[in-house]
Nanobody
């Protein structure tokens, strides 16, 4: 599975961005998808997840109520809608694919990773 993340950019606090993750590969729709982010000097952090089985979603505590994940299997694309952005949301955002239908928040549970897209939120 190959993943291509896009949609990052510079936005003011309170603004919105939508990230996309396009997947290719024979069984890309059979993977649950996660979003992670990494700020300079910090560890990669779980942002959210969507199951391939029933499209259920889960989010990290820091983004609950502000971010939403969706997927369009016909386009093999997963989206991360980010609203009410804060400066602390700044980082490189990565999409990743996991073969598990259950929620996985740890990076070792993900087999494939996109290249990352930079999100910068100014105050």
């Amino acid at each position: 599975v190959q993943l291509q993340a896009s949609g990052g950019g510079l936005v003011q606090a309170g603004g919105s961005l939508r990230l996309s993750c396009a997947a290719s590969g024979r069984t890309s729709t059979s993977y649950s998808m996660g979003w992670f982010r990494q700020a300079p000097g910090k560890e990669r952090e779980f942002v959210g997840w969507i199951s391939y089985r029933d499209r259920s979603t889960r989010y990290g505590d820091s983004v609950k109520g502000r971010f939403a994940i969706s997927r369009d299997n016909a386009k093999s694309t997963v989206y991360l809608q980010m609203n009410s952005l804060k400066p602390e949301d700044t980082g490189v955002y990565y999409c990743a694919a996991s073969p598990w239908y259950q929620l996985k928040t740890g990076t070792p549970e993900y087999d494939y990773w996109g290249q990352g897209t930079q999100v910068t939120v100014s105050s």
